[in-house]
């Protein structure tokens, strides 16, 4: 018990309960919608700063996402467009380089809000392109594929926003989605090369994060220990994936997602 004090109020964590249970959570919904259903909405960071500040969600996180990282990965090797792949990780390394230098320069404050505005920007575009639909004759435009210098602009665009969205609040999948997206890819491709993206991404994140004394070896022992979280989200994932189609799954997600993003912003403005 002492231990357990002390190791969680080595990074500031004053309700070590609370904080374990909501992390553990936080994983499992990670878990579950990486290993059934094809992604996974960013809802771990905006649960885990209800309870705590963002630079300590953002360490206890990182090797968590690594190792989900890793499995996605591992299945989805040989759906990968390695052509997109270095595009992307051009312009999102580079984007982590931004979000590296500048993340000094951040307050707590400014990132509660940017991460609880991207939540609910999540939401609000799932929502929106669920009950309302742009009808648009995609067929008449050409993939970006086909078109180097929008795929290189486009992607450079995108790619970089997504590097620096990753790197300070771990929301990086809304720019990245919009470039993949507009190249066509299959949803097989979609998944395999954002797969692998956002584990190279998150792997040059440990050193970076290191330096700027985000990472330390308590909050790496805090994300060992929220380790069994991921096998019972698999098996909880595989058990709700016969339960629930993937529209189901992500409609519960993103209204969560919603609410949560309402609950941090509500917490800095009101």
């Not at 595009?87 to 320069?105: A, E, K, P």
């Not at 991460?115 to 995609?138: H, Q």
């Not at 991921?230 to 519960?252: A, E």
Request: charged share 10%; with cysteine.
């Amino acid at each position: 018990m002492t231990y357990l004090t002390e190791l969680f109020g080595a990074v500031g964590v004053v309700t070590p309960f609370l904080f374990y249970a909501i992390g553990f959570i936080a994983v499992l919904i990670t878990a579950i919608s990486k290993s059934s259903f094809g992604g996974a909405v960013a809802l771990g960071i905006p649960v885990l700063i209800l309870v705590t500040s963002p630079r300590i969600a953002l360490a206890v996180t990182l090797p968590i996402l690594l190792i989900i990282d890793i499995w996605v990965v591992f299945f989805s090797n040989n759906k990968i467009n390695y052509k997109l792949l270095v595009i992307m990780l051009i312009f999102g390394l580079l984007g982590h380089g931004l979000g590296w230098y500048f993340f000094d320069y951040v307050s707590n404050t400014a990132l509660v809000t940017f991460i609880g505005g991207m939540s609910v920007l999540t939401a609000f575009l799932y929502f929106k392109k669920r009950f309302l639909p742009v009808k648009i004759d995609l067929v008449a435009i050409p993939p970006l594929q086909n078109r180097p210098i929008a795929l290189w602009s486009w992607g450079g665009f995108w790619c970089t926003l997504s590097g620096i969205a990753s790197f300070i609040s771990v929301s990086g999948g809304i720019p990245l989605q919009i470039f993949l997206l507009s190249c066509k890819v299959p949803r097989t491709v979609f998944i395999g090369s954002a797969g692998a993206f956002f584990f190279i991404l998150n792997l040059t994140k440990v050193p970076l994060y290191w330096e700027l004394d985000i990472l330390s070896k308590s909050s790496i022992i805090i994300s060992l220990l929220l380790l069994p979280a991921i096998p019972i989200g698999v098996v909880l994932g595989r058990k709700i994936s016969d339960l629930m189609t993937d529209q189901q799954f992500y409609l519960l997600l993103h209204f969560a997602l919603a609410v949560v993003g309402l609950q941090l912003l509500v917490s800095v403005y009101a």
